[in-house]
């Protein structure tokens, strides 16, 4: 029986990750890789966050006050997750690069969460 392995403290990223090129794009991927309908996303942050037991923190040891989600999104319908998932011409790389840490912030902390083995991989 496969038992998924749950970390007792997560870090949150830090805006220099988030803003780093490489670490954009892993983590463009692999949002685009989860095969969850736009509209689900607000609600599996959400729940992912509300059931991890474990302590989140900032890399400097304090505690991260995980934010009301729907305040940080303010997009009921996700379109703007629409916009951060859009391919450029190539399909390879994002359109854009969207300057929404917080709402970034979540989507890596979700990763975090509930995929370490794929977030592991964003920041190399």
Known sequence: MHTKSKRDVVFVA????LNKKSYYRRLWVATRNI???RRLWLDEIADTLRDYHGLICHYNGRRFNVPVIDE???DSDM????YFLSPDSSG?????????LERLRLIDLYFRIKHPHIADHFGR
Do not use: A, G, I
Request: glycine share 0%; hydrophobic share 35%; no cysteine.
């Open 79 to 82: 379109r703007w997750l629409s």
């Open 72 to 74: 940080v999104f303010q």
């Open 92 to 100: 390879l790389s994002p359109k854009m690069h969207v300057r929404k």
């Open 14 to 17: 830090t805006d220099q990750q």
């Open 35 to 37: 095969d969850l309908p």
